[in-house]
């Protein structure tokens, strides 16, 4: 484990025992290898301890926060970490060696990628995956420090995520004016 991995790690643990989070039952290291048989594939160290050290889910981003150990993949083989609604997924590509988290959007199609996109953000394998989907965070480590230093994970997915920020200003500035 990485020195960053470790401060992660004790800064997710406080957080979530800040919050008194549902989801605190943690995974046995049975249950994780249980859940690596089915899958067919490894699921990166980071994840096992979250897992195994943090809470079995529903903490974290997304509507319900870290979804339980998944039984299933994604197409792709994309493992699920969380819902956002709408079935707007963020997924875990456990192929690649930083393990990168893909947004995968039924509701934007396909095409609209490279526009809405920038290509830096490309999912390589993206025609594996049937709906819409680009990398939204290059690791699992940087996507829950994000989310711990209070970044709108959902937003920042998204080209015009500084459309919010925005938004906020200007709220900001009617409020000042009311004064």
Not at 45 to 73: M, R
Not at 133 to 138: D, K, T
Not at 146 to 153: A, F, I, K, N
Request: aromatic share 6%; proline share 8%.
């Amino acid at each position: 484990m990485t020195f960053a991995e470790t401060i992660l790690m004790e800064r997710l643990r406080e957080r979530v025992l800040a919050e008194k989070a549902p989801g605190r039952q943690t995974a046995t290291p049975a249950q994780i290898d249980a859940a690596e048989a089915r899958l067919k594939m490894k699921l990166p160290e980071l994840l096992k301890q979250v897992y195994s050290e943090v809470g079995g889910g529903g903490f974290g981003p997304g509507d319900a926060g870290l979804l339980p150990l998944a039984s299933t993949l994604l197409p792709g083989r994309l493992y699920p970490l969380c819902g956002w609604g709408s079935g707007i997924v963020s997924a875990l590509d456990c192929t690649a060696p930083n393990a990168p988290v893909i947004r995968i959007d039924p509701n934007m199609p396909k095409a609209d990628v490279p526009e809405r996109v920038p290509e830096a953000l490309h999912f390589d394998r993206a025609a594996e995956v049937k709906q819409a989907c680009w990398v939204e965070s290059p690791s699992l480590t940087q996507w829950l420090t994000d989310w711990l230093d209070g970044q709108s994970l959902f937003y920042a997915a998204y080209r015009g995520a500084d459309d919010e920020d925005d938004m906020d200003e200007e709220e900001d500035e009617e409020e000042d004016g009311e004064d």
